[in-house]
Antibody, heavy 122, light 107 residues
Framework: EVQMLESGGGLVQPGGSLRLSCGASGFTFGSHAMSWVRQAPGKGLEWVSS????????YYADSVKGRFTISRDNSKNTLHLQMNSLRAEDTAAYYC???????????????WGQGTLVSVSS | EIVLTQSPATLSLSPGERATLSCRASQSISIFLAWYQQKPGQAPRLLIYDASTRATGIPARFSGSGSGTDFTLTISSLESEDFAVYYCQQRSDWPLTFGGGTKVEIK
């Protein structure tokens, strides 16, 4: 069974940092690109970042470019999102999701974790 | 950026009725559109990809159609568990984008 479990969310002050992790199981992790998608309270879905299966290609939304860094450790079946210079507008539930076109990140998202909440407030 | 516009924002229907949801893209995206269902407190669930292919385990009452800029998700006969928010998403070009969502509520 495919499963993803996010961790690392919490309350942080504006300008602070957090590192989210997503542990995956039930599939060959390195064979799939992965993505982060967020959802602000009461709002819709917003794509944040994606990474190819090999980790060689990364993609970011303009809203987070230069502040967030996506990475993966295929030996540990883990996806990360390093979030720096956090702003109030980054407050959201953050979901990791598996891309369904193999190594290619430009894809639909077939499996999602349950999300981890990030709150940016003073 | 490819903008996806979903309509209506809210659809009020009774169980057993047919639901028709629309997603319009700001430029042609071929068939590279997916639909997701999200219930309160839950992660989104993939329903349809490549405009008309049902994901694994999705009931046949869910169907998708369209190409280019206009797409439709149809639920042929609403079950109680289908009342939720539905999002479309394109994979034609970066950035990946989602529509604003359609809430299907019980009338």
């Amino acid at each position: 069974e495919v499963q993803m479990l996010e961790s690392g969310g919490g309350l942080v002050q504006p300008g602070g940092s957090l590192r989210l992790s997503c542990g995956a199981s039930g599939f060959t992790f390195g064979s799939h690109a992965m993505s982060w998608v967020r959802q602000a309270p009461g709002k819709g879905l917003e794509w944040v970042s994606s990474i190819s299966g090999s980790g060689g290609s990364t993609y970011y939304a303009d809203s987070v470019k230069g502040r967030f860094t996506i990475s993966r450790d295929n030996s540990k079946n883990t996806l990360h999102l390093q979030m720096n210079s956090l702003r109030a507008e980054d407050t959201a539930a953050y979901y990791c999701a598996r891309c369904e076109r193999g190594n290619t990140a430009l894809a639909h998202l077939g499996y999602w974790g349950q999300g981890t909440l990030v709150s940016v407030s003073s | 950026e490819i903008v996806l516009t979903q309509s209506p924002a809210t659809l009020s229907l009774s169980p057993g009725e047919r639901a028709t949801l629309s997603c319009r893209a700001s430029q042609s995206i071929s068939i590279f559109l997916a639909w997701y269902q999200q219930k309160p407190g839950q992660a989104p669930r993939l329903l349809i990809y490549d405009a008309s292919t049902r994901a694994t385990g999705i009931p046949a009452r869910f169907s998708g159609s369209g190409s280019g800029t206009d797409f439709t998700l149809t639920i042929s006969s609403l079950e109680s568990e289908d009342f939720a928010v539905y999002y479309c998403q394109q994979r034609s070009d970066w950035p990946l984008t989602f529509g604003g969502g359609t809430k299907v509520e019980i009338k």
